[in-house]
């Protein structure tokens, strides 16, 4: 049983308030960590940051587990981690964090939030994959015009968007859904908080393995390293990668799937507001529209997934 297990016997209004508080958790950290992510790497190298708060976390919450009492994982459970944390954290973790080097925050959150849309082509193309249905097939479309409208002309008519920048998220999309895929038949651990854990050590340490072979050791400047990104950095560890997943862990037990998965249309929401706010970024109608466009298209793909799963 996790730590934010309910018990059969907590009281229904308990049990509301820690489903309440779980889900303002992972809306709203979640989608605050494209913000702390483009302030920790204003003045640190990007695989070294990444790689040094996942392996924090990752080393914070597996000594939690086990002191809870976790089973040693396997040999096989260590190599499926491997490959998701390679997928998930170093490509998809990694290739947000650059991208976030080049584009608005708010830019890459509605371009993460598409997601599920690889997810679907994934599960389509491969050997004896599913084909979806019509809905979901509009779905996409509806997706893929949102991220071309999105991407297309730039966020102002003077300022167009990096398209190295949008390359980065894209290739991160598809590698965070071929891992979320991958995730889903691989030998992992009965604890989804031990799981989570091991792909954050796993993840943490490909992107230190990559900060390595990038150089970035040498590009640490201790002396320009500002406050804002250290906090950003604390945040990250704490918040995002402590507090939301476990969180997450506690809606996947103790709320339906679809409720669960929500978190995708209102993460690019929040990331929008925050980045508008703190950092200035233009929030123009064009941007508006795409971001409507492309949240509507995951509405459409999860629903309609979900009833035919």
């Known amino acids: 049983m996790s730590a934010l297990s309910t018990p059969a016997t907590t009281p229904a209004p308990a049990r509301d308030w820690r489903l309440i508080g ?17 302030y920790a790497v204003d003045t640190l190298p990007p695989f070294l940051m990444g790689g040094v708060r996942f392996l924090i976390a990752g080393a914070i919450l597996y000594t939690f587990t086990a ?12 190599r499926s981690t491997l490959i998701i944390g390679a997928l998930l954290l170093l490509a998809g973790n990694g290739g947000v964090v650059l991208a976030e080097q080049r584009i608005p925050t708010g830019i890459a959150s509605l371009l993460v939030a598409i997601v599920p849309l690889w997810i679907v082509l994934i599960d389509w193309f491969r ?17 893929l015009a949102g ?15 990096d398209l190295l920048g949008v390359v980065f998220i894209l290739i991160a999309t598809i590698c965070w859904a071929g891992g979320t895929f991958y995730a889903r038949s691989a030998p992992l651990p009965e604890s989804p908080l031990q799981m989570t854990a091991m792909e954050m050590l796993c993840g943490g340490g490909w992107m230190l393995l990559v900060a390595t072979v990038l150089g970035e050791w040498g590009k640490l400047d201790v002396a320009k ?6 906090v950003a950095v604390i945040y990250l560890i704490i918040f995002g990668s402590l507090v939301a997943f476990t969180a997450y862990v506690y809606l ?8 669960a998965a929500t978190y995708a249309y209102v993460n690019p929401v929040v990331a929008v507001f ?23 298209s995951v509405v459409i793909i999860n629903t309609y ?3 035919t799963n």
């Open 22 to 38: 779980a889900f303002a958790a992972v809306y709203i950290i979640w989608g605050s960590t494209y913000l702390a992510i483009r």
């Open 305 to 307: 997934r979900a009833k």
């Open 147 to 161: 991220i071309g409208l999105l991407v297309m002309g730039g966020d102002e008519a003077s300022q167009p968007i």
């Open 274 to 296: 925050l980045g508008w706010l703190f950092r200035g970024e233009p929030l123009t109608v064009k941007t508006l529209i795409a971001a409507a466009i492309i949240i509507g």
């Open 225 to 230: 390293i500002t406050l804002p990104s250290v």
């Open 127 to 143: 050997p004896g994959g599913s084909r979806p249905g019509l809905p979901v097939m509009a779905g996409i479309l509806v997706g």
């Open 67 to 78: 002191v809870r009492g976790a089973p040693m994982p396997k040999r096989i459970h260590w």
């Open 252 to 259: 996947i037990n103790h709320a339906p799937p679809a409720r």
